[in-house]
Every structure is written in structure tokens, then in C-alpha cells.
């Protein structure tokens, strides 16, 4: 007994210091930059790549990726995990350990860009100052919201002349209806970026430049009498806009924001360093540490209980010589160690964690232990499909991961007639693996379904795998439609009927009219209020 409750409370300590979170933004706000600067913080890397340009500053980040590029899967560019000593922390307490996980943006933007945020428990909503928000940030954030992931907002590039402040939260809260809560007000307009205004504390944070920004920014800490000195009318101005929100009812509260109701403030600048230190303290201080997961079965998996993770990522090896699969867990609860053999709840297999792995600071390192919130790579996974539930000791299945609104479609046919029967395996393999959702219906036929897809890149994909693994030569022609609504078997004639409309069955059973843009969408809508429409964020 005395063996057990000390592990338990071993697992107990691990995940109150862990924090799990993603990095939601639009291309170009500054993620790649924000995360080395979280890097350079929390002294994973000395220095920040500014100083070398562009070449250099992408490259300290992804560096290690280039082992991983080599063997044509990348592990590392999924999740980073580094340890983080609070400048609140006493000196025998442990540092803080944050996992940040990779949201795929720019071009492969894809269903598993949303899949990740199943795997965190907080996200850092990016915004570049000079233009606010932006379409894929909005998406992202929807997901957040439906999964009741708090978000925490970060105004970024205020070196650079943007907004003001109060014309960027105006726009949060009326867009989104999420009510920001400034936790550091910057001192200067965007591009005169001075210091921040600590606004629970009432104090003045001014930043040093360091040359390129490759250093940490030194600090300076004043009190409002001093920053008043200091900078006279800019510090005015700041304490009057943060008082106008405080009295507007914009002020921090722990619960409001756990509810997905307020999101906390920062402003920052990635490439001067400014604000990062900030950033990570608020996750620390702010973020929720890892927590139950609710099974199928309604029961909760607490995070002391016996060890269980939930799928969320299954990268194919994308050059033919390494075809194996590799697969990212997140740990739901209990304590992970290499070698142990777990049950794969989808299949009742047993499944071998010899070769796992996570990335450490710079290096991937071959992971012994893991506890809840961490992400762990597993190689040789060809079983395990996204939304997967492994576990040991009691039984537990998680739900499955939700499929999310796809905007791209498209027809996808073999080659030669002759193949049809290695087509359609190969097909249906992807379709529960997650690579694309699969639409049929009875007009169209079985040879001929159509993949939906969250980007277009997931169709490439299919493509890249049905030759490889599956030895058939694809052919993928693009359909006109842009929007999906779910719908039921009552609308679906009526639907039909229209133009620029069809309806097909997802393999998950679920009906979804597919319109050819917006405008039709809302002008069926409004000649036929009784149709079933709903809109599809992360549709179960
Ligand atoms: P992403 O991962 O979100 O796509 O963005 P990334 O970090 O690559 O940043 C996009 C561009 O914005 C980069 O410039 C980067 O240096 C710049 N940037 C990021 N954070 C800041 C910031 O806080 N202030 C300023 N001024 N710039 C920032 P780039 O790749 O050189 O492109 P460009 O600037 O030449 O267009």
C-alpha cells in the first residue's frame, strides 16, 4: 500500500508542474519566432537566431529536424518539451515542465492542425498586432471553444506599427465574444514598444534591447512613480487604458478564463525577446496542469490512475524506403515507461513501447519515463490510428478524436479499372486512419468516392500513400464545393434538389450537404428555414 501511494503521489507532483499547450495562429504572426524565444527563456538554446537573418533564426529551432528529415518522418517538429524554472518559484522547488505542441500551419494545414488541440490543455492564441485576427486563427480558436481549451492571447510584433490596444481586444471580444483581460499592457504604441504595465501588480516592466534579439532582454522593474518619470504621458496613457478595461469589468479571473469566458492578455514582441518571460510565466501561474480525461463509458481516467494516452497524430514515413508509422501520444494519466507493454482498446492487442521517443530541449532523446500531458512518439505503429486509446492496468477507450469541417473536396478514381479491388483497401485504410474523410453517395458509386479534407495537402497524401503502400496509381480531380453542413435523411431530397448542392454519407455515418460556396449555403438557408443545417467545428 505504502508502495503505491507514494507513487501516486509522485504522479500527483509530475503533472502539477507540467503544462501542455499549442501555439494558435494565422501564417507569419510570429509562432516559429515565439517559439524560439520561449526556447531561448527557458535556456533549451543560448541564443536566437536574429542576429544570422532569416536563415539563421529559422534554422536554431528546426535544427533538429534535420536528423529527423533525413529518416523522412520528423519527431521533433510535434512537440517541445523543455524545463522552466518560475521567477515566482522557491529555490527547492522543481521546475516547471512545459510541453509546447506543434500546430502544423502554412501549407500542411490539415485535419491534424485541429487534431493537436486534443492533446493540450491550454493554447496561446498569436496575433500579429498590425493585423488582428485572421481566418486560420479563427478556426483554430473555434476548435479551442468547442473543446473548452482556455486561451490565453498574445498580441505579438508591437515593435513593429500596428493597431492600438484597445481597437485589438474591441475586435476579440465583438468577433469571438471572448472577453480579453490585460495582464500586460504595453508602454508605447506598436512600434514604440517600451515596457509592459505588470497590471496585477501595478508595476512597470521596461526591456533593454539586446543586439538582433538574440539574447534574453534584460528587465527592469519600476514602480508606478518611477515609470511616471520615466516616460511620462506613454505610462499615463497605459495606466488610463488598462483602468478603462479593469472598470469595464476586463479584469483576470482564474475561472472565467478555465471556462473559456476571458482570455488573458500579453503583449509582446518574439523577435526582441519582449514579453516571452511573461508569456511563460502566465502558462506557469495560469494554465490548468493535466487532468481527467472522460472515458466512453462516462467514467473518468484521473491522472494518478494506471497508465493510458490517447492517439492523436500517426505520421506515415514519406519516403518509400521508411514506410513504417509513427504515432504521437498524449498521456491521459499514470506513469509511462519505455519498454512496458500496453493494450490498444481499438483492437484488444497488446502493443510494445520499446522504441519510444520524445524530444528534450535540443536533442530527441529515447524517453524512459513520461507522465500525464507529455507527448511520446512511438515508431513501428502501424496499428494505431489517430484517436486510439492505449492503457494498461483497468480498461479504458477514450472517444474518438471529432471529424472537423472539411473545405477542400475532391473525386478520387484508380487509375486502371484492374486495380479496383487494391483501390478500394487502400482507400477505406485511410479513411479510418483519419487521412481524409471519405463521402459517398449513391449517384456518384463506390468507385468513385470523394475525400473531404481540411487541406488540400491531406490529399497529396492519399495520393503519395495509395502508391506506396498500396501499389495503385490515383487520380484526383477537385470539386466545386467550399462548405459543409451537417444535415439529416428529412432534408436530404430537398437538398438535392438544389443547385450548386450535394448530399453524401461520411463514413462515420453522418449526412453533409455540400454547397459550392457561402452565398448558396445562405440563400438555401433563407428559402428553406426548415432544413436541417448545421454547422460542422468539430461535428462528433
Ligand atoms: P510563423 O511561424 O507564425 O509563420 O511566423 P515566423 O515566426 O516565421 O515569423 C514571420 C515573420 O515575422 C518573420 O519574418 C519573423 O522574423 C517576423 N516576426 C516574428 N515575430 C516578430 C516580432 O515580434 N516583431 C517583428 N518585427 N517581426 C516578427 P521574416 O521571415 O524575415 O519575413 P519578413 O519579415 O521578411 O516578411
Same mark, same amino acid.
Given at each position: ?296 463509458? @462516462?467514467? %473518468?481516467?484521473?491522472? /494518478?490512475?494506471?497508465?493510458?494516452? =490517447? !492517439?492523436?497524430? $500517426?505520421? +506515415?514515413?514519406?519516403? &518509400? ?41 535540443? @536533442?530527441? %532523446?529515447?524517453?524512459? /519515463?513520461?507522465?500525464?500531458?507529455? =507527448? !511520446?512518439?512511438? $515508431?513501428? +505503429?502501424?496499428?494505431? &490510428? ?155
Amino acid at each position: 500500500m505504502r508502495v503505491h501511494w507514494f507513487l501516486v503521489s509522485s504522479i500527483a507532483d509530475e503533472v502539477s508542474r507540467r503544462r501542455t499547450f499549442a501555439i494558435i495562429s494565422h501564417p507569419d504572426a510570429g509562432k516559429s519566432t515565439m517559439t524560439e524565444a520561449l526556447a531561448l527563456h527557458a535556456r533549451v538554446i543560448n541564443e536566437a537566431g536574429a542576429i544570422h537573418g532569416k536563415a539563421g533564426r529559422k534554422s536554431t529551432v528546426s535544427d533538429w529536424m534535420e536528423m529527423e528529415k533525413a529518416r523522412g518522418i520528423s519527431v521533433s517538429s510535434t512537440a517541445l518539451q523543455f524545463n522552466y524554472t518560475s521567477s515566482e518559484a522557491s529555490p527547492d522547488e522543481e521546475p516547471s515542465v512545459i510541453n509546447l505542441v506543434d500546430t502544423p500551419g502554412h501549407a500542411d494545414f490539415s485535419e491534424d492542425t485541429y487534431r493537436v488541440l486534443t492533446a493540450v490543455d491550454a493554447a496561446v492564441m498569436l496575433i500579429d498586432a498590425a493585423k488582428g485576427l485572421e481566418p486560420q486563427t479563427l478556426k483554430l480558436f473555434q476548435v479551442c471553444r468547442h473543446r473548452g481549451i482556455p486561451v490565453i492571447t498574445v498580441i505579438n510584433k508591437w515593435d513593429r506599427p500596428g493597431r492600438t490596444p484597445l481597437e485589438l481586444l474591441d475586435e476579440i471580444s465583438e468577433r469571438i465574444g471572448l472577453t480579453p483581460t490585460p495582464l500586460f499592457w504595453p508602454v508605447g504604441i506598436a512600434g514604440d514598444f517600451r515596457g509592459l504595465r505588470d497590471v496585477r501588480k501595478d508595476e512597470y516592466v521596461h526591456f533593454t534591447r539586446t543586439a538582433g534579439g538574440a539574447k534574453i532582454a534584460p528587465e527592469e522593474h519600476l514602480s508606478t512613480d518611477a515609470a511616471l518619470d520615466r516616460e511620462g504621458d506613454v505610462w499615463a496613457e497605459a495606466v488610463e487604458e488598462t483602468e478603462l478595461m479593469t472598470e469595464m469589468g476586463q479584469s483576470h479571473d482564474q475561472e472565467m478564463f478555465l471556462a473559456g469566458q476571458t482570455s488573458p492578455v500579453i503583449f509582446t514582441s518574439a523577435i526582441l525577446n519582449f514579453g516571452v518571460r511573461q508569456l511563460l510565466e502566465a502558462l506557469v501561474e495560469l494554465a490548468p496542469a493535466p487532468h481527467s480525461r472522460t472515458a466512453i463509458d @462516462d467514467s %473518468e481516467r484521473e491522472v /494518478t490512475d494506471p497508465f493510458s494516452a =490517447v !492517439v492523436f497524430k $500517426v505520421q +506515415a514515413g514519406m519516403d &518509400s524506403a521508411h514506410r513504417d508509422r509513427l504515432a504521437f501520444m498524449r498521456i491521459v494519466s499514470g506513469e509511462f515507461e519505455r519498454g512496458m507493454v500496453v493494450q490498444h482498446a481499438q483492437t484488444g492487442k497488446p502493443f510494445a513501447t520499446k522504441y519510444a521517443m520524445t524530444v528534450v530541449g535540443r @536533442d530527441r %532523446e529515447t524517453v524512459e /519515463t513520461a507522465y500525464p500531458g507529455d =507527448v !511520446v512518439g512511438l $515508431v513501428n +505503429a502501424n496499428a494505431l &490510428s489517430p484517436g486510439d486509446t492505449l492503457y494498461d492496468g483497468a480498461k479504458v477507450q477514450f472517444p474518438p478524436i471529432p471529424s472537423f469541417a472539411p473545405e477542400h473536396f475532391a473525386v478520387v478514381r484508380a487509375d486502371s479499372a484492374g486495380k479496383y479491388k487494391q483501390f478500394r483497401k487502400g482507400i477505406e485504410q485511410l479513411g479510418t486512419e483519419g487521412v481524409v474523410q471519405l463521402l459517398r453517395n449513391d449517384v456518384r458509386g463506390d468507385a468513385s468516392p470523394v475525400m473531404a479534407a481540411v487541406g488540400p495537402m491531406q490529399f497529396e497524401v492519399v495520393v503519395a500513400r495509395m502508391k506506396t503502400e498500396f501499389n495503385v496509381d490515383v487520380q484526383v480531380e477537385h470539386l466545386g464545393y467550399s462548405v459543409a453542413r451537417r444535415t439529416d435523411s428529412a432534408s436530404a431530397d430537398e437538398l438535392n434538389r438544389q443547385r450548386g448542392v450535394e448530399v453524401f454519407e461520411r463514413n462515420d455515418g453522418a449526412l453533409l450537404a455540400l454547397f459550392s460556396d457561402k452565398w448558396r449555403l445562405q440563400y438555401i438557408e433563407k428559402e428553406h428555414p426548415s432544413l436541417t443545417l448545421e454547422p460542422l467545428v468539430a461535428a462528433a
